[in-house]
């Protein structure tokens, strides 16, 4: 490995007494102090990966329970409120632990390596919103085994379904968990958002300009000015409502003078940027994959650029399009409307953009390039319906119809999950040093595109003739059967292809038969392929000086002028950061202050009294607080490398 | 896998690709943030003012209530603890480390100050006699008002006690030795957070306070 290319020479460093609360982990811990530990951005996007993966797996089962339940006219495979518990989870899982945190993988381990960086801004704080994160998933999914179960809600969490008052269950505490949940993982996505934002501002390698970036780090950033201006809303709104439920204050309790509609405002106002936070990252990964895969640069990349940023802009400006049925009056519809509609300009700049690229390229059906097809032809279809909602009389009569659900499936997983699976074909050799088996890898595509087809197109038709959303079953004599069962099916199809994609994904880190991948098996052009597969600790041995937008193909085929350049190496070599506890301890003590503050009685295990919920908050808090102390007592640390010159 | 040489290394600022220091671009970012966070919450207030569940004899006049003047002085008081941390951050650059320890001392105690004004007008409204106003209640029956109220200027509150504390390990660390003028950026990134809070509460006093009295 790395080892033979280390300097031993000793630099000439001071050696400073540092405070040390407890011992800081060296830069030798090895396995599962190394992970919990880590600082280093690579492994924390394996992990979110990982995470992600394993709760998508999850959510799909939530998923097939769902459908399963719809096979056939009054079904009982679930009770009405376990349906919507479903539901709500379903949502809720796939959204806030399964996009959002495989595209945080992205962002984590492939935007330092195109800018040329060596670690993200702040090490020890994206370490904080990995384990935020952890954190999150879990509390959300504790819910299952307290008083009342999991959210019934809706991913949405419409008041006056919240209020302690109309609870189904006395006492429900799944709305607690929702609540609290996604305050931690909003926590997560802020701190990352920061972290990213800093970055890509201001860590770029020489000559990284900003119209040099590649399109997957513009996206990030963009995604990431979407999150920290998008996630206020939500975190003020769940805020006032555990408020609602907790103190007994009115926010959105319409018995006492607060009004619902509040909560859907201000619900949306962070809801519809999501979208775009969901979908940009896929769009970013599929205008890095296009060209590799067409053998030509990306047509109209600046164009690409400012149409994300546009959608980015236009994102903030049209919420209430989820709300034309609410009666918000003529003038609030027609303007949210028009904006809806003008959105459908920078997306299909966008997408006439890639097939621009396409246009007269030389192109390989890989399974990257077939996953990003597969994205556009899918995408293109969830936005045809989106274009048909933002003419208020067609969503009025496709509201709560399973039209809807076709269309954000067909825009959630059309779009941004095979966008995601096709970057982790065309990353994960970059991450594992080996390359997947294709023939399996086009079986995943082929069982993924098929499944998802045959699941959500009839449920076009099933919206058009009338079969609600949300509900948990329907009658006989709708003529609802037939396309529910064939949607079924369709969704097992889907979901065999989908785990044995993520088992592909897993197994290629520990199946010693695959072909190592080399530095750049897809001859593709920006700066992260110059490395070594799977890429060495500190990245760059030498930081890059970039002289052109697809550095690592002029590398190979420019002209000599436009070859990338190596900074010397200081005196004091790479600066690496030290492995840090404070992230884990804080995360810890966030995670059990929630667990103490969403409890109201007190915490009693076999009927031994163990602890007020009061009295665990305090806990947490304390531990909380301790984390951070450490923290800024520990400083930054680090140490030095000195990797030699034909490493890279 | 790595094999490295000497450890606890002298701490540089790395440079950065536009001259910004990294912490300065975060906090930047995250102000930025905080912007939307407050957003919400004014919107949330301005929505609600006016709405009474129970409109008529019970009509809330929030007026009654209201001790405009002690919270102009500590309007003031917030304001003018701006003034010392501009000048505690002005004197760090310059180096002059007692200078900097006696201006955030200075911040701490008006910060403090304001702290206490705020906490003796949220006793004062809840216990005062035949007009309380609580979470969910004025004089008993349910209302909004003091949910918007408490949770707007509580969350600006928080910020404030934050700021105090972030204040407090900066004068600690003033006597402890570790702050010194390298630390410049950092005491400026708390700085950028303390002026910050100040406009908000700039916004808020006539959004919240003031704006009673003419509409």
């Known amino acids: 490995m790395a080892t033979e290319s280390i300097d031993y020479a000793s630099p000439e460093t001071k050696s400073k007494v540092e405070t040390k609360v407890f011992p800081r982990p060296g830069q030798h811990v090895t396995g599962i102090v190394d992970w919990l530990t880590t600082i280093d951005h690579k492994k924390i996007g394996l992990l979110y990966g990982l995470t992600a993966l394993f709760f998508l797996l999850l959510g799909g089962i939530e998923a097939l329970l769902i459908r399963s339940q719809l096979w056939s006219h009054n079904m009982e495979i679930l009770t009405n409120r376990q349906y919507n518990q479903m539901f709500t989870m379903h949502g809720t899982t796939m959204v806030f632990l399964v996009i959002m945190p495989l595209s945080a993988a992205f962002f984590n381990f492939i935007m330092p390596l195109q800018i040329g960086a060596r670690d993200v801004a702040f090490p020890r704080m994206n370490t904080l919103s990995l384990w935020c994160f952890f954190a999150g998933g879990i509390t959300l999914n504790l819910s299952w085994f307290f008083t009342g179960g999991a959210p019934a809600i809706g991913w949405f969490g419409y008041a006056p379904l919240t209020d302690t008052r109309f609870a189904e269950v006395m006492g429900d505490m799944g709305p607690d968990f929702w609540v609290f949940s996604l305050q931690i993982l909003g926590i997560a996505s802020l701190l990352a958002s920061f972290n990213f934002i800093t970055t890509i501002i201001n860590m770029r390698a020489p000559g990284m300009t900003m119209m040099r970036l590649p399109v997957f780090t513009w996206m990030t950033l963009i995604v990431s000015f979407l999150i920290i201006l998008a996630f206020p809303a939500i975190t003020i709104a769940l805020a006032e409502l555990m408020f609602d439920r907790t103190y007994g204050t009115n926010f959105f309790d319409f018995l006492e003078g607060g009004k619902p509609h509040l909560w859907q405002h201000l619900f949306w106002i962070f809801g519809h940027p999501e979208v775009y936070i969901l979908i940009l990252p896929a769009m970013g990964i599929v205008s890095e994959i296009i060209p590799v895969f067409s053998r030509k640069p990306l047509f109209g990349y600046g164009l690409i650029i400012f149409s994300g940023a546009i959608i980015g802009f236009m994102g903030f400006a049209v919420w209430s399009h989820h709300m034309f049925t609410t009666g918000m009056g003529v003038v609030a519809t027609s303007a949210f409307s028009i904006l809806t509609m003008l959105i459908a300009i920078p997306t299909g700049i966008k997408i006439f953009n890639w097939i621009g690229t396409m246009w007269g390229g030389r192109i390989r059906f890989d399974t990257p390039m077939l996953f990003a097809l597969g994205f556009i032809t899918m995408f293109m279809i969830g936005g045809f319906t989106g274009i048909m909602h933002s003419s208020v009389p067609i969503d009025a009569q496709h509201q709560d119809s399973y039209f809807v659900v076709a269309h954000f499936h067909y825009v959630l997983i059309g779009g941004a999950l095979f966008g995601l699976f096709a970057g982790f074909y065309f990353w994960l050799p970059k991450m594992s040093g080996r390359l997947m088996n294709e023939k399996l890898g086009k079986l995943v595509f082929t069982l993924m595109f098929i499944g998802f087809n045959v699941t959500f197109f009839p449920m076009h038709y099933l919206g058009m003739i009338g079969q609600p959303r949300r509900t948990h079953s329907y009658n006989e004599g709708h003529g609802f059967e037939a396309w529910n069962q064939i949607a079924t099916i369709g969704a097992f199809v889907l979901g065999i292809g989908i785990a044995i994609g993520i088992y592909q994904f897993v197994s290629s880190f520990f199946n010693k038969k695959l072909k190592p991948a080399g530095k750049n098996p897809w001859d593709a052009r920006t700066i992260e392929w110059t490395l070594s597969s799977p890429v060495k600790e500190y990245n760059f041995a030498r930081t890059p000086i970039i002289k052109s937008r697809d550095q690592a193909w002029e590398n190979n085929y420019g002209p000599k002028e436009k070859h990338a350049q190596q900074e010397a190496l200081g005196d004091h070599g790479v600066h690496m950061p030290d492995h840090s506890w404070c992230p884990l301890v804080t995360a810890l003590g966030l995670f059990v202050m929630v667990i103490g503050l969403l409890f109201r009685q007190t915490i009693e295990f076999a009927e031994l009294f163990i602890a007020t919920p009061y009295e665990i908050a305090i806990a947490g808090g304390s531990l909380f607080v301790l984390g951070i102390v450490m923290w800024a007592l520990e400083g930054p640390g680090g140490y030095h490398l000195f990797p030699k010159e034909t490493e890279e | ?215």
């Open chain 2, 1 to 215: 896998m790595s094999e490295a040489t000497a450890h606890s290394i002298e701490h540089h600022e790395p440079e950065t690709s536009t001259g910004i220091p990294n912490k300065k671009v975060l906090m930047w970012a995250f102000l930025g943030s905080d912007c939307m966070f407050f957003g919400t919450l004014i919107s949330t207030h301005l929505i609600y003012r006016k709405i009474s569940a129970t409109v008529g004899s019970n009509y809330l006049d929030i007026r009654d209530l209201f001790d405009i003047e002690l919270t102009s002085f500590s309007t003031f008081v917030l304001l003018a603890s701006s003034l010392f941390m501009a000048l505690a951050v002005s004197a760090i650059h310059k180096g002059n480390l007692t200078s900097t320890r006696w201006m955030l001392f200075g911040t701490i105690i008006f910060g403090g100050i304001f702290l206490a004004c705020q906490v003796y007008e949220f006793t004062h409204f809840v216990h005062a006699p035949g007009n309380e106003l609580t979470l969910s209640s004025y004089r008993g029956d349910p209302h909004v008002f003091g949910s918007t109220f408490y949770l707007l200027t509580g969350t600006h509150g928080t910020h404030v006690a934050i700021g105090v504390l972030w204040l407090v390990g900066w004068l600690i660390y003033s006597f402890t030795g570790r702050m010194s003028v390298s630390d410049a950026i950092d005491v400026e990134c708390c700085g950028l957070y303390w002026h910050f809070v100040d406009i908000v509460w700039i916004i808020i006093f006539p959004v919240v306070y003031l704006m009673e009295y003419a509409f």
